[in-house]
């Protein structure tokens, strides 16, 4: 059975400083994603990674993925407060057990203070 | 452009009504769609999700049901709400044979 953690679950930042947020998974899974989400609102999907060592990135936001580590990182440059928000990663379930729909992780809430 | 929504916006129900969320997605053709729960301060669980009209798989047994009446919509329904079905509902979508999953807007309820 696939599943997915996140590490930390809550991180406070203070603004211009860099941070990384980490998804592991626990069996094989061929896309990971990553979204954001404001209190009070639905799911903003961020980046979808598909190949080992995919890299994309957004503005302060990089997503990176190593599928045989199967960890994926959401890095964080140089926070501001408009960052502020859950981010949650999920992974693609392989065939059997989650029938290829997301699993996802608990989210992480990000706090970024002045 | 593909769009989604979701109605209501917000509900408030008292324990042992009955419950219908309605969700549809414009500007595609034969979605594949999903309902989840995020109950206050917690990740996402899937309850049901669907691949085509009348074709429905259940992830976790509770007292709700779903259906897909038409191509591009989906009900979410219960006979007799519990206190523990408060939560917010989210409605999501995929294109078949895409990777890209989209969420609507959301269904706020609370069971009082």
Sequence with gaps: ELKVEQNPLFLSMQEGKNYTIYCNYSTTSDRLYWYRQDPGKSLESLFVLLSNGAVKQEGRLMASLDTKARLSTLHITAAVHDLSATYFCAARGWRGGSQGNLIFGKGTKLSVKP | ?112
């Design chain 2, 1 to 112: 452009s593909q769009t989604i929504h979701q109605w209501p916006a917000t509900l408030v129900q008292p324990v042992g009504s009955p419950l219908s969320l309605e969700c549809t997605v414009e500007g595609t053709s034969n979605p594949n769609l999903y309902w989840y729960r995020q109950a206050a301060g917690r990740g996402l669980q899937l309850l049901f999700y669907s691949v085509g009209i009348g074709q429905i798989s259940s992830e976790v047994p509770q007292n709700l049901s779903a259906s897909r009446p038409q191509d591009r919509q989906f009900i979410l329904s219960s006979k007799k709400l519990l206190l523990s079905d408060s939560g917010f509902y989210l409605c999501a979508w995929r294109a078949s044979g895409s990777y890209e999953q989209y969420f609507g807007p959301g269904t706020r309820l609370t069971v009082t």
